[in-house]
């Protein structure tokens, strides 16, 4: 039963042309779920930091947490770009190779 279960998974696989946005799903979902913690965290902080008197050592402390966070979001955004080309270039070169492969 196992070795059927082998074939038929190789079998699938081979029949692959290509890869599938639904493998990639995952790596985009967690770097959208890293950037919507990031903005919470953003928000958190200011309004802690307005809970506090103006000049207090937590008023400065909460905006310091909020600039310092804030200079993460252009890492994630790159990071997503980056991710996107690489999903784009996958796809591509994927599907040149298969195409290669099915004619010959």
Do not use: C, W
Not at 52 to 70: C, G
């Amino acid at each position: 039963m196992k070795k059927n279960m082998f074939e038929n998974f190789k079998q699938k696989m081979q029949e692959k042309k290509g890869v599938a946005l639904g493998d990639l799903l995952p790596a985009f979902v967690i770097v959208a779920a890293v950037m919507v913690l990031v903005v919470l965290l953003i928000y958190v902080f200011g309004v802690l930091g307005g809970a506090f008197t103006p000049l207090s050592a937590e008023a400065n402390a909460a905006s310091d947490a909020v600039t310092h966070t804030s200079r993460a979001i252009p890492l994630i955004g790159i990071l997503f770009i980056i991710l996107a080309i690489g999903a784009l270039i996958s796809i591509l070169v994927v599907s040149l190779v298969g195409g290669a492969r099915r004619r010959s």
